[in-house]
């Protein structure tokens, strides 16, 4: 079971390096708290004057005049944009390592079972973090989301630490039940679907704090390196736009393989009804977007309120409610 | 979108139906509530409603899907149960209340849809929108200087829209143009196919029938009634509609995992069946396996599960055979701990019965005997013996899976302790008192099997498939106008004066869409550019 080894080492390496990354990613938006916005400048300029009070070579040597304070604080402030760029890079550098050491762990995990490794609770987790960080990298690159960093990487770490602590199973064959291509189409369209409304979800909860900054005019630190809540709700509902018509598919396709499996295409197995629940609310957000008097904040809540169903469905379900889809095997 | 819109208006115009209410008499009182129900907010309501009243079923056990969890539950919470009985939460999704949200959900789907339809219809025929006299106000603009002539440039436009598969009307110095028809197309077969789905599912419900039977491997179940041991059917079934097929299992393959990991979890199930279309066909060998369904005359045959049947012979006081053969039983538990009635009701002077647990891979431990694996590693036969005077024959019908101990005594030994057996294969042993022997002879699977019809299904998964082509062209096409118009250079305009000057502008009709502005802006430099150029690239 060499495979099955070196597989756990690189989801636990990824979740180390997720956490590192999600660290860098911290770091970025702490540097960022001084950059922009009046309030944060002043706030630069009171503390370069503290350091320069503080140090009294340098007080001796240049007192601190009403003209070389602009200039100093300007110097400080691009010292801290380079820094603000720094840890933000390193946190995609991050990012980018534990993707791929996630990838050679679904791989290698697929290699040890000899089979898709979609099989439980785990697989399906560290499948889907594999898509949420793909998609997050593919972003950074064509449209700059770097701003997604702190959230997406948080979640990287959380989902592949609970896979390895909480949801973790050895490498096992599957039960005839799943021995269909169906297993392949539903489970992958979920894994996808999944993670775009994760990211999706994310957004939102990123839209409802701009917005409320914006409207209360206090946008600075990093939430002025965030896109407008405008451009952050069409990136959300772009998200959940691509999310919804694949999470229809993966509901047919898992009534299909019901009715091959089990003899009836829909059954009210908790799971089933769950992936209904979501269905519909993501439905009511998509009507809530054109909707007068829905759109914005509301429409961000339901796309949350989504979220929390699909979660729910996907942990509280496996772990708390016997049904046929009691997969995790913990 | 413009129908979105209409629906907008309707509602808006709401608080100005509301004060005429007293005059509008019946019929106004019901378009109002119409305009209400098929209300873009009252659908939103219903979807949440839905949704809300769909948890309850997931986290309450269902009569439909357990109803031995449902009688627990009751005994559990005596005061709780019978009020969870009465507002249908042990049947949620066959309540009043469940049924009413789903069918307001698709009248006011329905209520929306139709008037839609005819807003497409005339929307399909409508032409671009006449150029707007003021283009800069547009939210895309952008302009270039052209030298070439009016109808040179208009036909150029024209052409260039055409290739991005606009809609174009040439006017007599501007184009103007849109695209994106389908997104509102999709939209509607979306939502018609929604009803589809709900047809299809009905007919099901209606003409479909479902059952199990239990047949234990060697032996058969031919498609009527009476071999069923639970049915179901829609209202308008009736047992004519049954094929008059039969399925003989021939043999059944299991296997189980012996490895460390997961193990006991179930690997393979198999059954190689003959199959007799009606009587007097020429039988056929299939398969049948999990997610591999047999398909007989349009009926559809599931293996659902299995278990064993012990083979046991039951000799009476006076040494002839009252029972012989195997006794189906049903497992309790993973490792197939099986229980069952083993009834020998033609035993004399005195019938027998047994309740039995046979037990594939047997232990005896301080929690009694049980079963540790589910194949028949160390199969076991433990019961508990009853007797009592012969039963005259009533024709009811009784549970075949337990022992009604009624006019029943257990055997007892002489110190008082009730008798138990044990027996392995092979094993058999004479009853205390002479009342008789049983010997396990051995074992046998038995599979069930669900036999069904759901006439509907094509309907719904042809509707579904449509469904989601819709969904994607509604949500991912993208309804764009443009317009581009010719005029004379004017002082504000940059370059040499006399030189004509084209404007180009655009407007998304839907949300979340971009790149509009580099449309807008690619547009105005291909026109600019003259045709050679354009050649060229």
């Known amino acids: 079971m060499r495979y099955e080894y070196y597989s756990n080492v690189a989801f636990v390496s990824s979740v180390v390096v997720y956490v590192l990354a999600m660290f860098a990613h911290a770091a970025e938006w702490a540097a960022a708290r001084r950059l922009g916005g009046e309030q944060g400048e002043r706030e630069l300029v009171n503390v370069a004057a503290a350091e320069l009070n503080s140090e009294p070579s340098s007080t001796r040597?240049?007192?601190?005049?009403?003209?070389?304070?602009?200039?100093?604080?300007?110097?400080?402030?691009?010292?801290?944009?380079?820094?603000?760029?720094?840890?933000?890079?390193?946190?995609?550098?991050?990012?980018?390592?534990?993707?791929?050491?996630?990838?050679?762990?679904?791989?290698?995990?697929?290699?040890?079972?000899?089979?898709?490794?979609?099989?439980?609770?785990?697989?399906?987790?560290?499948?889907?973090?594999?898509?949420?960080?793909?998609?997050?990298?593919?972003?950074?690159?064509?449209?700059?989301?770097?701003?997604?960093?702190?959230?997406?990487?948080?979640?990287?770490?959380?989902?592949?630490?609970?896979?390895?602590?909480?949801?973790?199973?050895?490498?096992?064959?599957?039960?005839?039940?799943?021995?269909?291509?169906?297993?392949?189409?539903?489970?992958?369209?979920?894994?996808?679907?999944?993670?775009?409304?994760?990211?999706?979800?994310?957004?939102?909860?990123?839209?409802?704090?701009?917005?409320?900054?914006?409207?209360?005019?206090?946008?600075?630190g990093y939430l002025e390196r965030l896109?407008?809540?405008?451009?952050?709700?069409?990136?959300?509902?772009?998200?959940?736009?691509?999310?919804?018509?694949?999470?229809?598919?993966?509901?047919?396709?898992?009534?299909?393989?019901?009715?091959?499996?089990?003899?009836?295409?829909?059954?009210?197995?908790?799971?089933?009804?769950?992936?209904?629940?979501?269905?519909?609310?993501?439905?009511?957000?998509?009507?809530?977007?054109?909707?007068?008097?829905?759109?914005?904040?509301?429409?961000?809540?339901?796309?949350?309120?989504?979220?929390?169903?699909?979660w729910f469905n996907f942990i509280g379900i496996n772990l708390l409610v016997s049904g046929l889809h009691s997969y995790a095997g913990v | 979108m413009t129908a979105i819109k209409t629906r907008e208006s309707a509602?808006?115009?709401?608080?100005?139906?509301?004060?005429?209410?007293?005059?509008?008499?019946?019929?106004?009182?019901?378009?109002?509530?119409?305009?209400?129900?098929?209300?873009?907010?009252?659908?939103?309501?219903?979807?949440?409603?839905?949704?809300?009243?769909?948890?309850?079923?997931?986290?309450?056990?269902?009569?439909?899907?357990?109803?031995?969890?449902?009688?627990?539950?009751?005994?559990?919470?005596?005061?709780?149960?019978?009020?969870?009985?009465?507002?249908?939460?042990?049947?949620?999704?066959?309540?009043?209340?469940?049924?009413?949200?789903?069918?307001?959900?698709?009248?006011?789907?329905?209520?929306?849809?139709?008037?839609?339809?005819?807003?497409?219809?005339?929307?399909?025929?409508?032409?671009?929108?006449?150029?707007?006299?003021?283009?800069?106000?547009?939210?895309?603009?952008?302009?270039?200087?052209?030298?070439?002539?009016?109808?040179?440039?208009?036909?150029?436009?024209?052409?260039?829209?055409?290739?991005?598969?606009?809609?174009?009307?040439?006017?007599?110095?501007?184009?103007?143009?849109?695209?994106?028809?389908?997104?509102?197309?999709?939209?509607?077969?979306?939502?018609?196919?929604?009803?589809?789905?709900?047809?299809?599912?009905?007919?099901?419900?209606?003409?479909?029938?479902?059952?199990?039977?239990?047949?234990?491997?060697?032996?058969?179940?031919?498609n009527n009634l009476t071999q069923y041991d639970d049915f179901s059917a829609g209202g308008r079934f009736t047992e004519a509609d049954l094929a008059p097929f039969s399925v003989t299992v021939k043999d059944f393959d299991v296997r189980f995992e012996t490895g460390p990991v997961q193990r006991g979890a179930a690997r393979l199930f198999r059954a190689n069946v003959e199959v007799t279309e009606r009587p007097g066909a020429t039988p056929r060998q299939e398969v049948l396996e999990v997610n591999k369904p047999l398909h007989i005359d349009g009926t559809t045959v599931h293996l659902i599960g299995h278990g064993y049947a012990p083979k046991v012979t039951v000799k009476d006081a006076q040494g002839n055979v009252a029972f012989s053969g195997p006794v189906v039983m049903l497992p309790q538990d993973s490792n197939f701990t099986s229980v069952g009635a083993i009834k020998a009701p033609d035993a004399r002077p005195e019938r027998l019965a047994f309740e039995a647990f046979f037990l594939p891979t047997a232990v005896l431990d301080e929690h009694g005997p049980r079963s540790i694996f589910p194949d028949t590693l160390n199969p076991a036969l433990f019961a508990n013996v009853w007797y009592g005077p012969p039963k005259v024959e009533t024709g009811r019908p009784e549970n075949v899976y337990s022992l009604d101990t009624t006019g029943l005594s257990q055997l007892r030994q002489s110190d008082g302790q009730p008798v138990r057996i044990a027996l392995k294969v092979g094993d058999g042993v004479n009853l205390p008192g002479g009342k008789g022997s049983i010997q396990l002879d051995g074992w046998v699977r038995w599979v069930k099997l669900q036999i069904g019809d759901t006439p509907g299904v094509p309907i719904s998964l042809i509707a579904l498939a449509f469904a989601v082509a819709g969904l994607c062209l509604s949500l991912f096409i993208r309804p764009r106008r443009v317009w581009i118009r010719i005029r004379d250079g004017e002082a504000g305009d940059e370059g040499e004066a006399g030189n004509r000057v084209v404007e180009v502008a655009g407007l998304d009709r839907a949300d979340a869409r971009v790149g509009l502005t580099d449309d807008v802006a690619e547009l105005a430099a291909e026109l600019s550019r003259r045709p050679e150029d354009v050649s060229a690239t």
């Open chain 1, 61 to 220: 040597a240049e007192p601190v005049d009403a003209r070389n304070e602009p200039v100093s604080s300007l110097e400080e402030s691009s010292s801290r944009s380079r820094r603000v760029e720094q840890f933000g890079r390193i946190g995609v550098a991050l990012a980018i390592i534990g993707f791929v050491l996630s990838v050679a762990g679904v791989l290698l995990r697929a290699l040890a079972a000899h089979r898709a490794p979609w099989g439980n609770m785990f697989e399906f987790t560290t499948s889907a973090m594999v898509f949420i960080v793909g998609a997050y990298l593919i972003m950074v690159w064509r449209a700059g989301v770097r701003w997604l960093g702190l959230p997406v990487t948080l979640l990287a770490a959380v989902g592949n630490g609970l896979a390895v602590t909480v949801f973790y199973v050895a490498v096992a064959p599957l039960v005839p039940a799943l021995h269909s291509v169906w297993f392949l189409i539903h489970i992958v369209a979920a894994a996808i679907s999944g993670a775009a409304f994760n990211v999706g979800g994310v957004m939102s909860i990123l839209y409802l704090i701009k917005k409320r900054a914006e409207d209360r005019d206090k946008v600075h």
């Open chain 1, 227 to 310: 896109p407008s809540s405008r451009k952050i709700d069409l990136i959300a509902y772009r998200f959940l736009a691509f999310a919804f018509p694949l999470w229809t598919f993966t509901v047919v396709a898992g009534s299909i393989w019901a009715e091959y499996a089990w003899g009836r295409y829909w059954g009210w197995d908790p799971k089933e009804t769950w992936a209904l629940v979501t269905w519909v609310i993501y439905a009511g957000y998509l009507h809530a977007r054109s909707t007068a008097g829905w759109r914005g904040s509301k429409a961000a809540v339901i796309a949350i309120i989504g979220l929390a169903s699909f």
């Open chain 2, 11 to 222: 509602e808006s115009s709401d608080p100005a139906v509301r004060p005429e209410l007293p005059r509008l008499g019946w019929r106004g009182g019901l378009r109002y509530l119409w305009t209400q129900l098929t209300s873009m907010r009252t659908a939103l309501i219903l979807l949440f409603a839905l949704a809300l009243a769909a948890i309850p079923g997931s986290l309450v056990p269902q009569r439909r899907i357990s109803p031995v969890r449902v009688a627990d539950f009751i005994n559990e919470h005596p005061r709780l149960g019978p009020i969870y009985d009465k507002v249908g939460l042990f049947g949620v999704y066959s309540s009043p209340w469940f049924s009413a949200i789903y069918l307001l959900l698709f009248v006011s789907l329905v209520g929306c849809i139709v008037p839609r339809l005819g807003v497409y219809a005339r929307a399909l025929r409508a032409r671009p929108p006449q150029t707007p006299r003021n283009l800069t106000r547009l939210p895309a603009y952008a302009k270039a200087e052209v030298s070439d002539s009016v109808e040179d440039i208009l036909r150029r436009a024209a052409s260039a829209l055409r290739r991005r598969h606009y809609r174009v009307d040439v006017h007599e110095d501007s184009v103007a143009a849109e695209r994106g028809y389908l997104r509102e197309a999709g939209n509607l077969v979306f939502h018609t196919c929604l009803v589809f789905v709900l047809v299809g599912v009905a007919i099901g419900a209606l003409f479909g029938f479902r059952g199990t039977s239990v047949v234990i491997v060697g032996q058969g179940f031919s």
